[in-house]
T-cell receptor, first 113, second 113 residues
Framework: GEDVEQSLFLSVREGDSSVINCTYT??????LYWYKQEPGAGLQLLTY?????DMKQDQRLTVLLNKKDKHLSLRIADTQTGDSAIYFC?????????????FGTGTRLLVSP | EPEVTQTPSHQVTQMGQEVILRCVPI?????FYWYRQILGQKVEFLVS????????KSEIFDDQFSVERPDGSNFTLKIRSTKLEDSAMYFC???????????FGPGTRLTVT
């Protein structure tokens, strides 16, 4: 079945760039998402990319997709302390009729001043 | 900006009791979902719902679970006889179209004692 994996923890200094990585296993047409979860809050959709794209940029966020390696990354430029949160990679695919999101474990990003 | 809302934010119940978790999806959305996140684990898909029918469900979604859209705005998840292992954060999500991005509510924390 589908599986999504992420590293658990990333620590950066304010003003640096953060890169959060994710790998997935699905081979069919896929949408890949990044969600942000702040303490005690729900899942906020940040951005997404379809598997026929290589890159998507949205203000400080850049998503890169390496289809061959099934590797997705989220780059946050000029990281701020308010970016501290858990970031989830998730996918839906043609295999499941795009009906369910499969989530990674989440990467906890800590931004220090 | 339209958002998904969920009530209550926290529900405490005794084992064996029935609970109903409520969600109000975004008003023009047609696809509705429930997910859960047991503490320290991945967010897991439970069920998807469209046109007053379940379109997909996971192995977790057994006979103890049911979903309903009782009116034009609410979407509910019922657990008939709660178990200790049902303790989790339950998230509702909605999307405008079948392969559309899913927007999540803030979650209901269910504690079964």
């Amino acid at each position: 079945g589908e599986d999504v994996e992420q590293s658990l923890f990333l620590s950066v200094r304010e003003g640096d760039s953060s890169v959060i990585n994710c790998t997935y296993t699905d081979s069919s047409s896929t949408y890949l998402y990044w969600y942000k979860q702040e303490p005690g809050a729900g899942l906020q959709l940040l951005t997404y990319i379809f598997s026929n794209m290589d890159m998507k940029q949205d203000q400080r966020l850049t998503v890169l997709l390496n289809k061959k390696d099934k590797h997705l990354s989220l780059r946050i430029a000029d990281t701020q302390t308010g970016d501290s949160a858990i970031y989830f990679c998730a996918e839906t695919s043609e295999n499941t009729g795009f009906q369910k999101l499969v989530f990674g474990t989440g990467t906890r990003l800590l931004v220090s001043p | 900006e339209p958002e998904v809302t969920q009530t209550p934010s926290h529900q405490v119940t005794q084992m064996g009791q029935e609970v109903i978790l409520r969600c109000v999806p975004i008003s023009n959305h047609l696809y509705f979902y429930w997910y859960r996140q047991i503490l320290g684990q991945k967010v897991e898909f439970l069920v998807s719902f469209y046109n007053n029918e379940i379109s997909e469900k996971s192995e977790i979604f057994d006979d103890q679970f049911s979903v309903e859209r009782p009116d034009g705005s609410n979407f509910t998840l019922k657990i008939r006889s709660t178990k200790l292992e049902d303790s989790a954060m339950y998230f509702c999500a909605s999307s405008e179209r079948e392969n559309g991005e899913q927007y999540f509510g803030p979650g209901t924390r269910l504690t079964v004692t």
